[in-house]
């Protein structure tokens, strides 16, 4: 139901009155899953959290958001059963990167698979770095790097919502930075809209 408003032309009271015409307008009623192929590009991260071993695992993660700029901070949601989940849980540091094109192949990958029972980076072949204060490591290809500490997390329906605190950013821009296509089963980069 959409209401349209329409200033009446007659105003003898000289006060701003205004009527509303009630129109039914066609749309689809669908569930919540098919609309990110609506809003598709959705935006896309690499998670990477430490294991107990100190390697790192990388994980996809499309449900991030910025939440604060002054304090710096961000979210993401995580399925519950995911590793990466645990592992922040309980060590409370975890690095998102927003990765280049370069490895848009690795990105599904790290996105099909857990890191409780595969070595994602040997797997894939992906090229890491570290960066300064952390012992969690980076993919080489990252356009952007947040370091976070987790401030807290919330049971979200099958999801846990993780809020963290921003310690350091650091950004590459000779990086490309992809997008999910397609709901999330396409990795690329976007254009610029006009
Ligand atoms: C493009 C894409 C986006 C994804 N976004 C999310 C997400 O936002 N939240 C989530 O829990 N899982 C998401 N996934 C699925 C996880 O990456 C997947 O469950 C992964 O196996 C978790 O790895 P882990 O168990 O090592 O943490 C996404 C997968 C793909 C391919």
């Not at 592992?87 to 409780?116: D, F, H, Q, Y």
């Not at 846990?160 to 950004?171: M, S, W």
Request: hydrophobic content about 35%; proline content about 5%; aromatic content about 8%.
């Amino acid at each position: 139901m959409l209401l349209i408003k329409s200033k009446q032309r007659d105003d003898p009271l000289n006060v701003h009155m205004y009527s509303y015409d009630r129109k039914e307008i066609s749309m689809d009623k669908i569930t919540l899953p098919k609309a990110p192929m609506l809003t598709s590009p959705n935006p896309v991260t690499l998670v990477c959290t430490c294991k107990p071993d100190g390697t790192t695992n990388l994980a996809t993660v499309s449900w991030w958001t910025y939440l604060s700029f002054n304090p710096e901070m961000i979210a993401y949601a995580m399925a519950k059963t995911s590793y990466s989940g645990e592992l922040v849980r309980n060590n409370k540091k975890v690095i998102l990167t927003i990765p280049g094109e370069t490895i848009k192949e690795a990105v599904m990958g790290c996105g099909m698979s857990t890191g409780r029972d595969t070595n994602k980076i040997a797997k894939l072949g992906i090229e890491m770095k570290s960066i300064e204060g952390s012992k969690i490591q980076i993919p080489a290809h990252s356009c952007l790097a947040i370091q976070c500490a987790l401030k807290e997390f919330h049971e979200v329906g099958d999801h846990y919502l993780y809020i963290c605190e921003v310690e350091q950013v650091f950004e590459d821009d000779k990086e490309t930075p992809v997008f999910a296509w397609n709901g999330y089963t396409k990795i690329a980069a976007a254009q610029m809209g006009e």
